[in-house]
């Protein structure tokens, strides 16, 4: 049996990979909004998302309850966000020249030279399904 073909990342920002060396959004999203319930205090969120096994279908169910978390004052609000970006600052990884850096590095590193793109689906727009009462 033959191994799996290592792939080959792109120059600039990925994903980290998990535990199984899979580049996971879903395993990386669940780990930022984990750490966003727990710095609100709110650990069993933290541990239910985490544990989430039908993440496709019950996600916004999480994201909603973020935001009723959030809500609960500026402190509470500041504390989910500042911890959420510290995951992504030192977990999403960024590769230029074969070196691949931590995203935090890297905005240390190469001072003023990211930019700002855009990427455009073309799948038709759903019905949104996100609604805060």
Known sequence: MSKPQQQQLAEGLNFPANEKGERSTTDFTKKVLAATFTAASEPQLAKEVLAEKNWRFKYNKYFVKHVEVSLKSPE?????????LAVLHND?????????????????????????GVIKGSKPKARPELVVP
């Open 76 to 84: 509470t609000a500041l504390a989910a966000a500042h911890a959420g």
């Open 92 to 116: 999403f990884e960024f590769i230029r020249d074969g070196k691949t850096y931590k995203l935090n590095d890297a905005m240390q590193t190469f001072k003023g030279t990211f930019h700002t």
